[in-house]
């Protein structure tokens, strides 16, 4: 049988895969393929995915974000879900998760897998409820049936819901939320029917030997996550992580990446106890978070209150980021929710690379920053997280040609525009006319006055748009 990823960086080798994500990163290959070996990165990359562009995920790598997609009952079409996968990697997802519980699963998911340059992810169990009607009617011999067939079409990496144990459950008596991971309530509901162990945790090691034959890649997850602050870090969430923390190393010995999930919901205060405490529970395995949502009062803004969560999770060392989109708690959401929560979640992560000191992460922002005072707008929405965004926000109100290179936009209008007064500034003190600013521009007097553009909110003007000014580069390098 050929080697996982892990098994071949245990055994020295560098391997195509780990050839690419170095590549991409821009680290050495050795160092890859010693964070690999370690179990402290990974990269999901089933031997089936003939279209995957592999990625790596770990603490030493750029942090990644994902983008859950999948249909439900209410909404199914094969059309529909690819459109959607395509919204989520145009939009920057390094992985995506097809979570779909409506009609027609399998079309989908082996559709989404022929079609992604990204890993893909799925969580089995809800493909295995889908078929035995009932959560109580889940047997191991399905789980495992439908666990081997996902790993056959090429999915990277899937999450296992083989933490929550029986003694777990009545934890959560005291919760405000209960349990609110659909896999845990589901496991939850089987072992309180039957009165017996979760049946994934009893499978466990034959589930890495499916995992092992693909190289698929676990997703241990957190059924016991905290569904509100009030839940958060309590005696249940963290009876779990230590069952994880067991079965990562379960996983490992067979040969078998995994990662670990993450909580949820948690106040900003304990937010590094928890990527800390999985840390050192899970030995390194990548941590792989879901927000945290940081307050529980913004329905229809969770794409935020989460994404604040999930940069504080980067900044401690969380590996990659699952996206939440302002329709969390309210809706499935749509093509312009998975923009907006990409967005927020790309903002996110790359906060935290840069605040971490990611070799070359801040390299952007100087780019920007560069083409933003120079007033290069192409260049400035080239750059853009969002370019299309950046592009058409500017362009409501300046739309024409001529204003991609004006010095000014209609955020603080030609007058009170502070670059541009500062970079005037520059070249008067260049030339010795202007011996002190401080502070203050006569605007009677200064170049503003006499480009005169037009007033803020239109397009027209009078002024001379062909008139030179002196470029950033231009000035004195000591001014
Ligand atoms: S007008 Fe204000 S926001 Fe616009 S470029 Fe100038 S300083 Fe920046």
Redesign the pocket.
């Known amino acids: 049988m050929a080697r996982t990823q892990l098994e071949a960086a245990r055994d020295g080798e560098t391997t195509p895969e780990i050839e690419r994500v170095a590549d991409r990163e821009n680290r050495d290959r050795e160092f890859v393929r010693e964070r690999v070996a370690a179990g402290e990165a990974v990269i999901p990359a089933n031997r089936n995915h003939g279209t995957l562009d592999p990625m790596i995920i770990g603490a030493d790598f750029a942090t990644k974000v994902n983008a859950n997609i999948g249909n439900s009952e209410e909404t199914s079409d094969l059309e529909g879900e690819l459109e959607k996968l395509h919204v989520a990697v145009h939009h920057g997802a390094d992985t995506v998760m097809d979570l779909g519980t409506g009609s027609d699963l399998d079309r989908i998911r082996e559709a989404n897998v022929a079609h992604s340059p990204v890993p893909v992810g799925t969580v089995p169990l809800y493909e295995a409820v889908k078929r035995a009607g009932d959560p109580e009617d889940l047997t191991t011999d399905l789980l495992l049936s439908v666990i081997e067939k996902q790993a056959e079409q090429g999915v990277d990496y899937m999450t296992i819901h083989a933490g929550i144990l029986l003694e777990h459950l009545a934890l959560t008596e005291g919760r405000k939320t209960g349990i609110v991971s659909r896999g845990g309530s589901i496991m939850a509901a089987w072992m309180e029917a039957h009165g017996e162990q979760n049946p994934l945790f009893q499978v466990f090691e034959e589930i890495c030997g499916i995992f092992r034959e693909y190289d698929v890649t676990f997703s241990l997850g957190d059924s016991l996550r905290p569904g509100c602050l009030a839940d958060a870090c309590d005696e249940a969430q963290y009876a779990e992580l230590d069952t994880l923390g067991a079965l990562t190393q379960v996983a490992r010995e067979h040969g078998v990446q995994v990662m670990v999930e993450g909580p949820g919901h948690v106040p900003m205060d304990r937010i590094a106890e928890n990527v800390e405490r999985q840390r050192e529970v899970c030995d390194g395995a990548p941590f792989y978070v879901l927000g945290p949502l940081v307050t529980d009062v913004a329905p229809g803004y969770d794409h935020v209150t989460s994404a604040i969560g999930a940069a504080i999770a980067a900044r401690e060392g969380a590996a990659m980021l699952c996206y939440v989109t302002p329709k969390e708690h309210l809706g499935l959401p749509d093509r312009e929710d998975v923009r907006e929560g990409l967005a927020a979640y790309r903002i996110a992560a790359h906060a935290g690379d840069v605040g971490n000191g990611l070799p070359g992460a801040r390299d952007w922002d100087d780019a920007l920053s560069e083409a ?1 005072y120079a ?1 290069d707008w192409s260049e400035q929405f080239e750059l853009s997280l969002d370019p299309e965004r950046a592009r058409s926000y500017h362009d409501q109100t300046l739309p024409g040609d001529n204003y991609r290179e004006a ?8 007058e ?5 007064i500062d970079q005037d500034a520059r070249a008067e003190r260049e030339e010795g006319e202007l011996e002190e600013l401080n502070g203050e521009t006569d605007l009677a007097e200064s170049s503003a006055a006499e480009v005169n553009l037009p007033p803020v909110g239109t397009h027209e003007t009078g002024g001379d748009l062909d008139r030179e000014y002196p470029r950033p580069e231009e000035l004195s390098a000591d001014d």
């Open positions: 933003r007033f010095r000014f936009c209609s955020m603080c209008g030609v009170f525009c502070s670059m541009r």
